[in-house]
């Protein structure tokens, strides 16, 4: 090993609203600056500069209803690519020698599925190189090129975290840093419980469970890629010094070092689920495989499922589950197109809904959690219409003008309430 690949490695993330218009990324370059003028070999992966992915998408809207997914990743990746090089161009300007690469040239292999491709590689020969010339590399995230097909390809809305984890993993960096616009993971999401409290630690376990319930301070696919390369991530704000969240194998709290244990660690929302009842499904073998293989072929995923016991008289069930909103009108059509085979009597459809989750690894080992959790919602006047739950999760479904009241009583009712306000420091949260 040479004397230049001893420097420690860093990875380092910017979220879009660090890096919103000029003066940020110069202020963002200061920041990668001191890292590695302390000695650390950087790699930053950058998100497109504030809404630039959302008005892209618009502008494709504009122009043709329909885009093809090929030429859509073309157009969404040049987001990343403006603000990788004008990143370069500032640390340049501070003494620094950076180089910024697409997706592509940083060697982020994947699947070809336009839109929501998954990384299968990296390549990062032209990154090794770099660092060992000692230049800051800047890598365009949420981008890679398709080993099948070549073509440029995106890996989902929010997925710059998982270029970031997965070129850590890679390139052998023990932490991968992500910065945005918040202090760390909150038990909340601070811009609808001012009483959220940053969470100075996390297990990936309840990372997951909280991202995959709605929370988007990180993107699911790079925590899942964390707890696999065993990746430590650090979640900090671009806009203060505070020493943010750190996401690893086990939490303080379950090495059974901290004072007191919390039994909940934090709270997710999510509006963007739409629910789906179907009313009088004959209550006989099979008949639950035939509705679900339907919804199955349409490609959509469920994420709740509940069935009832059927009525006596009737022999008849209802049975409602819960579909990405965006899928809802397929999920719809697919059904009422089978109706005859399936035979049910009816179906409702709601998109005026929401899901609140409590998330902690607490409540394997502590019974009244759910309990503690209904009364705070039967207080604020709440009503529940599905619940779920998994070893270290309870979900509800309530409706979705009542998500904010049921976040913020039960975030009082688990004790997670802090002194002072969050600071959101920018981000139109859109
Ligand atoms: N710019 C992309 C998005 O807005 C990716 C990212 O920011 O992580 O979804
Ligand atoms: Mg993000």
Known sequence: MSEQQARPRIVQKFGGSSVADAES??????????????????????????????????????????????????????????????????????????????????????????????????????????LDKGAVVIVAGFQGVSQTTKDVTTLGRGASDTTAVALAAALGAPVCEIYSDVDGVFTADPRVVPGARQIPQISYDEMLELASCGAKVLHLRCVEYARREDVTVHVRSSFSTKPGTVVTGLADHQKGNAMEEAIISGLAHDRSEAKITVVGVPDKVGEAARLFEVIAGAEINIDMIVQNVSEADTGDTDITFTVPMSDGKKAVDALNAAQPEIGFADLRYDDQIGKVSVVGVGMRTHPGVAAKFFCALAEAGVNIQMISTSEIRISVVVSADDVDTALRSAHTAFGLDAQEEAVVYAGTGR
């Open 25 to 130: 990324i110069k202020r963002v370059a200061r920041r990668i600056a001191e890292a590695r003028r302390s000695g650390s070999d950087v790699v930053v992966v950058i998100s497109a500069m504030g809404d630039t992915t959302d008005d892209l998408m618009d502008l494709a809207l504009q122009v043709s209803p329909q885009p093809r997914p090929r030429e859509l990743d073309m157009l969404l990746t040049t987001g990343e690519r403006q603000s990788a090089a004008l990143l370069a161009m500032a640390l340049n300007d501070l003494g620094l020698e950076a180089l910024s690469y697409t997706g592509s040239q940083a060697g982020v292999i994947t699947t070809a599925t336009h839109g929501n491709a998954r990384i299968i590689d990296i390549t990062p020969g032209r990154i090794e190189k770099s």
